[in-house]
């Protein structure tokens, strides 16, 4: 699988930054306006609608339209993983339906004295990757992929930083 990853360092404290990611609103306030997301359904472990906590078992449907260009793709996301440590916290999202044949999100944070550094990575597999013959193409398209990746997460973490700051 490609992978991309960025790491940026916040100057707030871990607990700030983990409760904003761990809220649907510091999905929605992280993305990019550029992407028109929008928050179609998300449901908790135990089918609870609007969880105030992303947790372990939390699915959540939503839809993107970059640049208000073509139809809206439908992405539906379940956290695998959530952990939260002494000076450290992560959570795995992954996608089970959507525009990718695979995509695995880790957001990762530590604790840097009052600062938290923030660390997303994503591995994924683009479309028809596994299907005979388009490997290759795939292989050609992975880094135009990542220019994609670069402006949307660069693009995140800076409104991170504006939120938390």
Do not use: C
Not at 57 to 70: D, K, M, Y
Not at 86 to 112: C, K, L, Q, V, Y
């Amino acid at each position: 699988m490609a992978t991309y990853e960025r790491r940026t360092t916040i100057d707030a404290p871990l607990a700030d930054v983990w409760a904003f990611h761990s809220r649907v609103e510091g999905l929605e306030a992280a993305t990019p306006d550029w992407m028109n997301l929008r928050v179609e359904v998300i449901l908790g472990p135990d089918g609870e609608r609007d969880p105030e906590i992303l947790e372990t078992g939390t699915e959540l449907a939503l839809s993107i339209r970059p640049f208000g260009v073509g139809p809206r793709q439908h992405w539906t996301s379940l956290i695998t993983d959530r952990e939260r440590g002494d000076g450290s916290a992560s959570f795995r999202d992954e996608m089970i339906r959507g525009p990718f044949d695979r995509w695995e999100h880790t957001h990762s944070f530590f604790a840097d004295g009052e600062r938290t550094v923030l660390r997303d990575r994503v591995a994924y597999e683009l479309p028809g990757s596994n299907v005979a013959g388009v490997g290759r193409l795939t292989d050609v398209a992975t880094p135009f992929s990542t220019v994609g990746f670069e402006a949307m997460f660069r693009k995140r973490h800076r409104l991170t930083k504006a939120r938390l700051e």
